[in-house]
Nanobody, 125 residues
């Protein structure tokens, strides 16, 4: 059974960094487009970053461009989201998800097939 599990969330001060991990089991993340999404209280879920299955090209939302980096470690079957220069508006539950049909970048949450349980990121002083 395909599963995703996020880890690495927590409380951090503004300007700080966190690295989120998305570990896959039951399937190989390298062969799937993987996205990171977030949802803040009272807001809709939004895409943060995505890495494609075909050529590992990446996409970043404008709000995180230059601060966040998505990457893969195929040996560990894990995708990471390195988050630097964190701001209070980055506070949200962060989810990773896999789109098993996409070959390229996928920004639409409804197109993703498997989701992790989410990890809370809180940026506050």
């Amino acid at each position: 059974q395909a599963q995703l599990a996020e880890s690495g969330g927590g409380l951090v001060q503004p300007g700080g960094s966190l690295r989120l991990s998305c570990a896959g089991s039951g399937f190989t993340l390298e062969y799937n487009t993987i996205g990171w999404f977030r949802q803040a209280p009272g807001k809709e879920r939004e895409v943060v970053a995505c890495i494609s299955s075909s050529d590992s090209s990446t996409y970043y939302a404008d709000s995180v461009k230059g601060r966040f980096t998505i990457s893969r470690d195929n040996a560990k079957n894990t995708v990471y989201l390195q988050m630097n220069s964190l701001k209070p508006e980055d506070t949200a539950v962060y989810y990773c998800a896999a789109d098993i049909e996409a070959m390229g970048i996928s920004k639409i949450s409804d197109e993703y097939n498997y989701w992790g349980q989410g990890t809370q990121v809180t940026v506050s002083s």
